[in-house]
């Protein structure tokens, strides 16, 4: 029988290697765990998807969908790519900028230096884009 201690120095030990094998694990939807035993009175994350740094930026918006275990003691787990686009997000000022004396030069500098090719209404798109950015460092 594993003690206690021995138990935890193997999880420490998974933990390290997925640390320095610098994987990620991917967020779980649906159920915190993966395991449990008939009367579900114990419960674990057994199950895990852990992909490389790289494998994320390919897929970014993937999850773990974690499903109603059936004939196994083990919940179904699967990966899928989950990405909503919602559109753009709309341009935001705060009020306390408008109280700031320095919001308003900042602006007009700002948008006057931007260099954007295209038609009217893409050009105003994309100089709000570079606004917004520029807004964001501004606040900080």
């Given at each position: 029988m594993i003690s206690m201690s021995d138990y935890s120095r193997e999880i420490k030990g998974f933990n390290d290697f997925i640390e320095k094998s610098e994987l990620v694990d991917i967020p779980l939807v649906g159920r915190k765990f993966t395991w449990h035993k008939p009367?579900?009175?114990?419960?674990?994350?057994?199950?895990?998807?852990?992909?490389?740094?790289?494998?994320l930026e390919t897929w970014p918006h993937c999850q773990q969908f974690v499903l109603n275990r059936s004939i196994s003691d083990h919940c179904v787990v699967i990966l899928?790519?989950?990405?909503?686009?919602?559109?753009?997000?709309?341009?935001?000022s705060l009020d306390v900028w408008q109280r700031d004396s320095r919001f308003k030069e900042?602006?007009?500098?700002?948008?006057?230096?931007?260099?954007?090719?295209?038609?009217?209404?893409?050009?105003?798109?994309?100089?709000?884009?570079?606004?917004?950015a520029d807004l964001k460092v501004w606040n900080k």
């Open positions: 009367n579900e009175m114990v419960k674990s994350r057994i199950d895990k998807v852990l992909v490389s740094k790289e494998w899928k790519e989950v990405f909503v686009n919602w559109g753009s997000k709309p341009f935001r900042l602006v007009s500098l700002r948008w006057s230096t931007y260099e954007v090719l295209g038609g009217g209404i893409y050009i105003f798109k994309e100089k709000l884009k570079k606004l917004k």
